[in-house]
């Protein structure tokens, strides 16, 4: 199983959420830097995956509404796929 953390402590652009799924799941990069882009290929998911959301406190500081964005999309998406595992703490 494929591990992903998502550490708001870490992360500095928004950029950098979009690079780490292309990076760890192989999302294409011609899916375009987006929250719908990274959504719709965790729908279609077929690999085992945890994702873990940390620190989303100082991601919501640093990122206002897209920090807020992100959590409702991978809960959804865990919610859709279950081959999603997915953690998220404050």
Do not use: W
């Amino acid at each position: 199983m494929k591990e992903i953390t998502i550490d708001g402590e870490k992360i500095e652009t928004k950029s950098q959420v979009h690079d780490l799924f292309v990076k760890e799941l192989g999302l294409p990069e011609y899916c375009g830097n987006n929250l719908d882009a990274i959504g719709d290929f965790l729908d279609e998911l077929n690999t085992p995956v945890k994702i873990s959301y940390v620190n989303r406190e100082r991601m919501k500081i640093k990122f206002g509404r897209f920090a807020i964005v992100l959590s409702q999309m991978l809960k959804l998406a865990a919610k859709h796929n279950d081959k999603i595992d997915y953690y998220e703490s404050k």
